[in-house]
């Protein structure tokens, strides 16, 4: 009988507090980059690839709640509990710009056009920020139910969807009226909203369950009932065949998106998943943590031939290039004194 193969992840330290949000850029001619948020309140930008770190974008007082990069993955911003929401240089470090608020930022998300900053949070007002006039005040649409969890653009940024802490469902939002358009209802508050790639569904993972709504007609398309309480849920992107999910029970699972069947169940992080998300490639995922970590899993079987790409060091042959290209692209990014945890990436 073979003996079933153990998928070992790259595993990212750095933080010291458990990360609760990632997000990946698109795929840029630099490659591909993932963003950390962390309670520790230090984001952290890394090679999407290889995981290697690249900087920590410093400047926030409170735990980092939300963390994306804009379509070029020139911009980052974040969402704190020091009341700010950020943009940051995604070359150099620098802070561009702080937008203040009047309570705790729970979420912010770029829109497509990268003209645009939403933000949400315990103030239950969702905020759009002006990216080419950031000292104007922001738009203002301040009739959510409850503090906002998620937020998320699609349709071209005229839609755009919220969740709530404390109150079930989506609610999706015209932006030129400021009015409600739909609700998707679900039986828990949802933890987790994500738009497909290819923008045909909308994944929410609410309670222990994963499901997926036709992002243009708005009907609920599959429902799967998870292991566990699960946090966050993503869909691969290229094929849209597979899904993963994490929560409470610290694994992060594989399963078929026709079927709801598990494909493979991964262990190795020591407290509960707050956020997985899958690569703009589907070749990998991304998982975090309250153990502080991020891992990195190989979305296939593993084989003798791709395995040498995840070596101890995750670099080898293709991915060294990648790695080298993208020094290029983050010299003269400041760099943290500690070092982050050994990390060998902050000599770029």
Same mark, same amino acid.
């Given at each position: 009988?073979?003996?079933?193969?153990?998928?070992?992840?790259?595993?990212?330290?750095?933080?010291?507090?458990?990360?609760?949000?990632?997000?990946?850029?698109?795929?840029?001619?630099?490659?591909?980059?993932?963003?950390?948020?962390?309670?520790?309140?230090?984001?952290?930008?890394?090679?999407?690839?290889?995981?290697?770190?690249?900087?920590?974008?410093?400047?926030?007082?409170?735990?980092?709640?939300?963390?994306?990069?804009?379509?070029?993955?020139?911009?980052?911003?974040?969402?704190?509990?020091?009341?700010?929401?950020?943009?940051?240089?995604?070359?150099?470090?620098? /802070?561009?710009? =702080?937008? *203040?608020? !009047?309570?705790?930022?729970?979420?912010? @998300?770029?829109? $497509? #056009?990268?003209?645009?900053? %939403?933000?949400?949070?315990?103030?239950?007002?969702?905020?759009?920020?002006?990216?080419?006039?950031?000292?104007?005040?922001?738009?203002?649409?301040?009739?959510?139910?409850?503090?906002?969890?998620?937020?998320?653009?699609?349709?071209?940024?005229?839609?755009?969807?919220?969740?709530?802490?404390?109150?079930?469902?989506?609610?999706?939002?015209?932006?030129?009226?400021?009015?409600?358009?739909?609700?998707?209802?679900?039986?828990?508050?949802?933890?987790?909203?994500?738009?497909?790639?290819?923008?045909?569904?909308?994944?929410?993972?609410?309670?222990?369950?994963?499901?997926?709504?036709?992002?243009?007609?708005?009907?609920?398309?599959?429902?799967?009932?998870?292991?566990?309480?699960? /946090?966050?849920? =993503?869909? *691969?992107? !290229?094929?849209?065949?597979?899904?993963? @999910?994490?929560? $409470? #029970?610290?694994?992060?699972? %594989?399963?078929?998106?026709?079927?709801?069947?598990?494909?493979?169940?991964?262990?190795?992080?020591?407290?509960?998943?707050?956020?997985?998300?899958?690569?703009?490639?589907?070749?990998?995922?991304?998982?975090?943590?309250?153990?502080?970590?991020?891992?990195?899993?190989?979305?296939?079987?593993?084989?003798?031939?791709?395995?040498?790409?995840?070596?101890?060091?995750?670099?080898?042959?293709?991915?060294?290039?990648?790695?080298?290209?993208?020094?290029?692209?983050?010299?003269?990014?400041?760099?943290?004194?500690?070092?982050?945890?050994?990390?060998?990436?902050?000599?770029?």
């Amino acid at each position: 009988m073979e003996k079933k193969r153990v998928a070992v992840p790259l595993v990212c330290h750095g933080h010291s507090r458990p990360v609760v949000d990632l997000f990946y850029s698109p795929i840029t001619p630099d490659g591909f980059f993932l963003i950390s948020a962390s309670k520790d309140s230090s984001p952290m930008l890394r090679n999407g690839e290889t995981g290697d770190w690249i900087g920590t974008f410093e400047g926030h007082k409170g735990a980092v709640w939300s963390c994306c990069l804009d379509t070029n993955a020139l911009r980052a911003a974040s969402g704190s509990a020091d009341f700010t929401a950020k943009i940051w240089d995604a070359l150099t470090g620098d /802070e561009l710009h =702080s937008f *203040e608020h !009047k309570h705790i930022v729970r979420a912010c @998300a770029f829109s $497509e #056009d990268t003209h645009s900053l %939403l933000t949400g949070g315990v103030e239950k007002i969702l905020r759009i920020f002006d990216l080419n006039r950031p000292d104007a005040p922001p738009r203002e649409v301040d009739n959510s139910p409850g503090s906002v969890r998620t937020v998320a653009w699609l349709h071209s940024d005229q839609t755009i969807l919220s969740s709530c802490t404390d109150i079930g469902g989506v609610r999706l939002w015209d932006v030129r009226s400021g009015k409600i358009v739909q609700t998707l209802e679900t039986n828990s508050s949802v933890t987790s909203a994500e738009v497909s790639q290819d923008g045909r569904y909308i994944i929410t993972a609410d309670g222990s369950s994963v499901k997926f709504w036709d992002a243009n007609h708005f009907g609920l398309v599959k429902s799967y009932k998870m292991p566990c309480t699960v /946090e966050s849920a =993503s869909l *691969e992107p !290229k094929n849209g065949d597979k899904f993963i @999910a994490g929560g $409470e #029970d610290m694994w992060i699972r %594989l399963f078929d998106f026709h079927t709801g069947e598990e494909i493979a169940c991964n262990k190795g992080h020591h407290g509960p998943v707050h956020c997985v998300r899958f690569s703009p490639g589907g070749e990998s995922y991304a998982s975090g943590s309250e153990d502080g970590t991020i891992r990195i899993w190989q979305t296939g079987p593993l084989t003798h031939d791709n395995n040498e790409m995840f070596r101890a060091n995750g670099l080898t042959g293709k991915v060294k290039v990648a790695a080298e290209e993208v020094s290029c692209k983050i010299e003269g990014f400041h760099i943290a004194d500690e070092g982050k945890a050994g990390e060998e990436a902050g000599t770029a």
